[in-house]
């Protein structure tokens, strides 16, 4: 079980960093926002496996948690770049 | 004692093999948004360790903890994410496609276009009334 954890980590934090360089690079917000769910649900992936492998629900609600409202940001910052960018003076 | 220990080994053994897959889906995902071209195909590679991903390593979970109340507390979270990724995925698609962050030359269709273009003649055609239909 500790090999899974090493092979697991050393893949999330690979896919993490994967995100962080897209959140960096751009090239546009919507694609920031993406990634940043992207990095949501390898935090979400990273807590289940921190649960499966050491045999406690500590984290359970925080998973819960996380899978119930994680949608609200990028809803939030899609809706505010479509409205920003119907003004006719934005070119 | 040896019928519960193979089946011991068996749960391990697959739940190992869950997390494995689980944790590449998000590497794969990871590789798609590097790799992809615009943000729809972005948001294609996106859905994987968000639905999937999610679905294994809570299976993982699941069967590491060999309990039975666990599993409706597990399905509960992946229900919520079935019902959530859609809607932020729809918004962020919609908010692509209105501020045209997509490479229209990879569509292989495109049926949102017909919508727009009716809207936009029906505007053309009553000017007054496009306070209706502008939001969302």
Sequence with gaps: ?91 | MTPDTTLDTVIDAVSAVFMVVGAAMSLGAAIGLLRFPDLMSRMHAATKPQVLGLFLLLAAVGLQLRTWWIWPVLLLAWIFQLLTVPVSAHMVGRAGYRTKHLHRELLSTDELEAVVQKAAAKDAADPASKDDDGSA
């Design chain 1, 1 to 91: 079980m500790q090999l899974v954890l090493v092979i697991t980590a050393v893949t999330l934090s690979l896919a993490a960093a994967g995100a962080i360089v897209r959140i960096a690079v751009g090239p546009s917000l919507l694609d920031r926002v993406l990634a940043a769910d992207v990095l949501l649900a390898i935090l979400g992936a990273a807590l289940c496996i921190d649960m499966a492998v050491n045999r406690h629900l500590n984290n359970l609600m925080l998973v819960v948690a996380v899978s119930v409202i994680g949608f609200i940001g990028s809803v939030t910052v899609a809706r505010f770049v479509a409205d920003r960018r119907e003004q006719p003076s934005d070119s």
